[in-house]
């Protein structure tokens, strides 16, 4: 069963849409217990970074996540849930993530990036390391922040102006994608579906 | 290299979509969930729903059809018309809509740009502008387009901005139904002046408007109706001429 994480937090109707039309078994939940018995966790995310982590907490999730990837279980961080993966972030502040990914997530430089939020439609370009494969075609963003480059831990990036922004990342059975891939048409389902077929793999 | 957006708009009226020509004689044409999925077959970035008459008549949003579409489909998705208040704002996003467009009541209540920003994130708030040129100024229209507020529109869309819409959609009432190109003297001004996402509406006539928009602005969407609608030209031609032009679009 797909358990995507429901903590109030944003808009989770298209991301239970797109995973039910792959595993059927897919229902949204809060209760720990049954995230822990699931066979993919999906942390979908909309919103603020601080508001985001403090639902976790407030439900205790935060803990039961953390002890999920102990657990192996595969999990999917979507956009702000991708970024709730990480260490940290400075956004509007600095608060801490879920620390499953090293490093910090940051706002766009300036320098590199005049228009702000990065959104619409990016073409991913896979590193050498992806177990993602055969999968070309453009993704759907919508984000401010981003997360860092460290190479070992991204499977795909696209380039926004002058920023190279990390699009998939991932280690071991924990996997974050910064676009939404439940909106991003056919190339986004490939991706949905390639996601179970490594998670399978690996358990 | 991010792709430039291609959005067909459907106006809602009593449950179809609808077109009409500078915001007047609108004619119903097809059921919204038929064409959107049309338009999301045929290679559309996004796509804008208003309901037209919300305003109007004094009432909220289509929320049945909003979670419809949202099965629908499988590209983003803005929705506009009647949305007054956060709860609305909430309806709309629960129901499937990516985003959600503000445009008479953002202007009545600019509290709510901020209270939505705020709660939902800038990304989901687009700020809808409809701008009229009068005695050489342009100036904010609200009602669909009836309401002259005398507010000068860059005024209104650096307010706006500051109290976190995250897009704008910038509609040229002059152009509108013209089919004679985008507004371009009207969007050069606004983008040297914003750095959020701007979607240019208003006076496509043909795919070239498309080019010229892409090539004279760095303006990143294009949005039309009636061309779309009445087939007069496809999104995979547009998207042709672009790339034949080296502007990036999404192939799929």
Known sequence: ????????????????????????????????????????????????FEDAMKALEALGLDETIKTAAN??????????????????????????????????????????????????????????????VNISGFAYFVHSYLAPPDAQYVYAYVTYEKSKVPAIVGTGNVYGMQFHPEKSSATGAKLIQQFYELTQEAL | MLAKRIIPCLDIKAGKVVKGQQFENVVSIADPLEIAKYYSDTGADELIFYDIMASTEDRGPFLNLVSQIAKTINIPFTVGGGVKSIDDFDALLKSGADKVSINTQAFINPSLIKAASLKYGAQCVVLSVDIKKVEDEYIVFTHGGRTNTGRK????????????????????????GSKKGFDLPLLKQIESEVTVPIIASGGAGDKMDFVKLFKETTISAGLAASIFHSKKVSIPEVKFELKRENIPVRSY
């Open chain 1, 1 to 48: 069963m797909t358990i995507i994480i429901d903590y109030g937090v944003g808009n989770i109707f298209n991301v239970l849409n797109a995973f039910s039309k792959i595993d059927p078994d897919t229902k949204l939940s809060a209760d720990p217990k049954e995230i822990l018995a699931a066979s993919h966790i999906i942390l979908p995310g909309v919103g603020a």
């Open chain 2, 153 to 176: 529109a860059l005024d209104w869309i650096l307010e706006g901005i500051e109290l976190g819409a995250g897009e704008l959609c910038i509609n040229s009432i002059d152009a509108d």
């Open chain 1, 71 to 132: 657990m192996n279980i595969p999990i999917l961080g979507i956009c702000l849930g991708m970024q709730l993966l990480y260490e940290k972030s400075l956004e509007n502040g600095e608060w801490q993530g879920l620390g499953l990914l090293p490093g910090t997530i940051d706002i766009f430089n300036r320098d590199a990036v005049t228009t702000i939020p990065h959104m619409g439609w990016n073409d991913l370009i896979f590193t050498d390391q992806s177990p993602f």
